[in-house]
Antibody
Framework: EVQLVESGGGIVQPGGSLRLSCAAS????????MHWVRQAPGKGLVWVSR????????TYADSVKGRFTMSRDNAKNTLFLQMDSLRPEDTAVYFC????????????WGQGTLVTVSS | DIVMTQSPDSLAVSLGERATINCKSS????????????LAWYQQKPGQPPKLLIS???IRQSGVPDRFSGSGSGIDFTLTISSLQAEDVAVYYC?????????FGQGTKLEI
């Protein structure tokens, strides 16, 4: 059974940092491009970032570029999102997502972890 | 960036009736290299993550009931539910994956 389990969410003040993790199981993690997608409370889905199978290539949405860093550890089947300089508008549920290729549909979704940026 | 626009924003359909959701992209999502449309449909029920229903505009995922179908090419796409069931109440999103950012439509809330 495919599982993606996010952790690391919580409440942080504006300007602060958080590191999200996503533990993957049930599929060959190293064969999948991975993404983060976020959803603000009551709002729609927004793609945040992606990383290549070997971690050598990353791409970010303009709204997070320079503040967020995505990485992966294929030996530990784990995905990360380092979030710095957080803003109130970053408040959202963050989903860890698996896709088959660089331009491919999003096959697997985690349950999400809530990040709240508030003073 | 490619902008995805869905219509309508919300839709009420009777049980057993047909539901149709439209999605329009600001530029073609048809890849000339493989002649495939880089377009997916997702279903999100309250409190749950999205679930992939349709990929490549018309390929139904394994386990998805055959009352769900996707069609269209280029910039205009449609998700059709042929006979609405109670468990189909959800928000539906289209998304392109032709290039980054892999933008989603704003969502269509389907109700009975």
């Amino acid at each position: 059974e495919v599982q993606l389990v996010e952790s690391g969410g919580g409440i942080v003040q504006p300007g602060g940092s958080l590191r999200l993790s996503c533990a993957a199981s049930g599929f060959t993690f190293s064969n999948y491009w991975m993404h983060w997608v976020r959803q603000a409370p009551g709002k729609g889905l927004v793609w945040v970032s992606r990383i290549s199978t070997d971690g050598s290539a990353t791409t970010y949405a303009d709204s997070v570029k320079g503040r967020f860093t995505m990485s992966r550890d294929n030996a530990k089947n784990t995905l990360f999102l380092q979030m710095d300089s957080l803003r109130p508008e970053d408040t959202a549920v963050y989903f860890c997502v698996g896709g088959g290729g660089s331009n491919a549909p999003f096959d697997f979704w985690g349950q999400g972890t809530l990040v709240t940026v508030s003073s | 960036d490619i902008v995805m626009t869905q219509s309508p924003d919300s839709l009420a359909v009777s049980l057993g009736e047909r539901a149709t959701i439209n999605c329009k992209s600001s530029q073609s999502v048809l890849y000339s290299s493989n002649n495939k449309n880089n377009l997916a449909w997702y279903q999100q029920k309250p409190g749950q993550p999205p679930k992939l229903l349709i990929s490549w505009a018309s390929i139904r995922q394994s386990g998805v009931p055959d009352r769900f179908s996707g069609s269209g090419s280029g910039i205009d796409f449609t998700l059709t539910i042929s006979s609405l069931q109670a468990e189909d109440v959800a928000v539906y999103y289209c998304q392109h994956y032709a290039s980054t950012p892999h933008t989603f439509g704003q969502g269509t809330k389907l109700e009975i």
